[in-house]
């Protein structure tokens, strides 16, 4: 027998991505945010590679959100191609490689800033080549996309190091916010392919129909943003006002392609609202991008809006109903998941839209951000462990 079908006999765990990176990220992003909201208030010390400032928003975006989005395209691109996914040790050799790179930024003393650099920037490269050869040979040229879009993410990556040795914060800032643009583009593609089919599913009625120029509108603004960031992470100069329509006419295309979804007829379901409310922030967090380029709210508050509300929501429901689906499990929220769902959502609410509309209680919702995301993580923990490291219910591979 094969030696990773022996893995994958005796651990399950190793059978598909979703997985060990859905399990890893949730662990770490729990463990990184209670560091955090320590490190916050003064009472947990760290000292990593490129300093706490440098390490939050960069360990938040390559490491708890590229797990997750690494997990979830090597797992669908089974489904995209008919090939096998991956599994077995070379899937235990890429978590590896990403655990590898949190611990090298984390505890860097016994390295050198150019080996934490090289693990960590090996991981989306990899991944997007592994995720490039089966859509490739199946000629899936629709899926063709987000090997790009992991292409780009290792860019932004790259300039966050090259910040740290450069001593450059514009590049760093410039890194980020391509990062949290990329993502956002992620979550508009696949939000706009899943949510809708998701919700007809579960509500056995016709899926909303999709018309061209709002589609193209709706995802293109999002692609236009990403041009405009590269383009001043290069050393363009892009006009504040550019950056306000580009930003403001991609929220309203996305508000109006979510409301066609009629998200609120699923209000019972769990899996189901979570979804459309994270697409709202997704909206929220483009509308407070425009406003930020007039200077009405803060950059940093739309960048947590998009994150926090729109990243956090959506991963966290796409990993409780993905988990279920791909074990063969009934595709109901189990006890403890709606709340959450909502908590991470809340978070969402304290950390981007509380401080906008209230400015004196940022430290307050501060607090309460990184309280609802731990305690959201950790409920998902207690319920996914069990679902994501034994073999499927129904009793198929997988």
């Not at 079908?5 to 005796?10: A, D």
């Not at 003064?42 to 590679?49: C, R, S, T």
């Amino acid at each position: 027998m094969h030696e990773s079908s022996v893995l994958t006999r005796r651990m399950p765990l190793w059978r598909l991505a979703f997985r060990p990176f859905f399990l890893l990220a949730a662990a770490f992003g729990l463990v990184a945010m209670l560091v955090w909201g320590g490190v916050w208030n003064g009472k947990v010390w760290l000292a990593p590679y490129g300093g706490l400032m440098w390490w939050h928003p960069h360990e938040m975006l390559f490491g708890f959100a590229a797990a997750v989005v690494v997990g979830f395209l090597l797992t669908a691109v089974q489904n995209w191609t008919g090939r096998p996914g991956l599994s077995g040790w070379p899937l235990l050799g890429l978590a590896a490689l990403w655990l590898a790179a949190r611990l090298a930024i984390a505890f860097p003393q016994a390295l050198s800033p150019a080996w934490v650099a090289g693990i960590d920037l090996a991981f989306l490269p990899l991944a997007a080549v592994l995720l490039a050869r089966p859509v490739i040979h199946r000629r899936q040229w629709r899926n063709l996309v987000f090997v790009p879009v992991l292409a780009l993410l290792a860019v932004a990556n790259l300039a966050t190091h090259l910040a740290l040795f450069r001593g450059a914060p514009g590049l760093l800032h410039g890194g980020e916010s391509l990062a949290v643009l990329l993502i956002t583009l992620l979550m508009v593609i696949l939000g706009g392919r899943v949510i809708p089919f998701f919700t007809a599913r579960r509500l056995n009625r016709p899926q909303a129909s999709r018309p061209l120029v709002l589609e193209a509108t709706a995802i293109g603004g999002v692609v236009a943003l990403v041009g405009l960031q590269l383009a001043a992470l290069v050393g363009g100069d892009v006009p504040a006002g550019v950056w306000g329509v580009v930003a403001g006419v991609a929220a309203l295309a996305n508000l109006v392609r979510g409301l066609r979804w009629a998200g609120w007829q699923g209000w019972r379901e769990p899996l189901l609202w979570s979804l459309h409310l994270s697409y709202a922030f997704v909206c929220l967090g483009l509308t407070m991008w425009a406003l930020s380029a007039w200077n009405l709210v803060s950059l940093s508050l739309a960048v947590h809006a998009l994150t926090v509300g729109g990243m956090g929501g959506m991963m966290l429901a796409m990993m409780a109903r993905v988990a279920l689906g791909h074990t063969g499990r009934a595709l109901v929220a189990p006890r403890g998941i709606a709340t959450a769902l909502a908590l991470m959502l809340l978070a969402g609410v304290a950390r981007a839209l509380l401080p906008a509309i209230w400015p004196q209680t940022r430290p307050v919702a501060l607090d309460i951000a990184v309280l609802a995301w731990s305690l959201a993580l950790a409920l998902y923990l207690v319920r996914y462990v069990a679902v994501l490291g034994s073999r499927r219910a129904d009793g198929a591979p997988g």
